[in-house]
C-alpha cells in the first residue's frame, strides 16, 4: 500500500510527518535502505505540505 499525501487530509499529514520524523530519529537502529526510504518519504511528506501552504498563500 502507498500513500499518497495529496489524498491526506491536513491532520492526517501533519502526524505523518511527525511519525516519520520521529522514526528517522532512529537512523542508528534501522537498516540503511529502510532509513532511506523513510527519509526520502519524509521530504516527499514536507515537500506536499509547503505545496499546500503556497496554494493558501
Known amino acids: 500500500?502507498?500513500?499518497n499525501?495529496?489524498?491526506l487530509p491536513q491532520p492526517e499529514l501533519d502526524r505523518?510527518?511527525?511519525h516519520t520524523s520521529?522514526?528517522?530519529e532512529?537512523?542508528?537502529l534501522l537498516p540503511i535502505e529502510l532509513y532511506i526510504k523513510l527519509?526520502?518519504?519524509r521530504a516527499d511528506l514536507l515537500a506536499e505540505q509547503e505545496d499546500r501552504t503556497a496554494?493558501?498563500?
Open 16 to 18: 505523518l510527518i511527525e
Open 39 to 41: 527519509d526520502t518519504f
Open 1 to 3: 500500500m502507498t500513500t
Open 5 to 7: 499525501p495529496r489524498q
Open 55 to 57: 496554494r493558501r498563500i
Open 26 to 28: 532512529m537512523r542508528g
Open 22 to 24: 520521529a522514526l528517522t
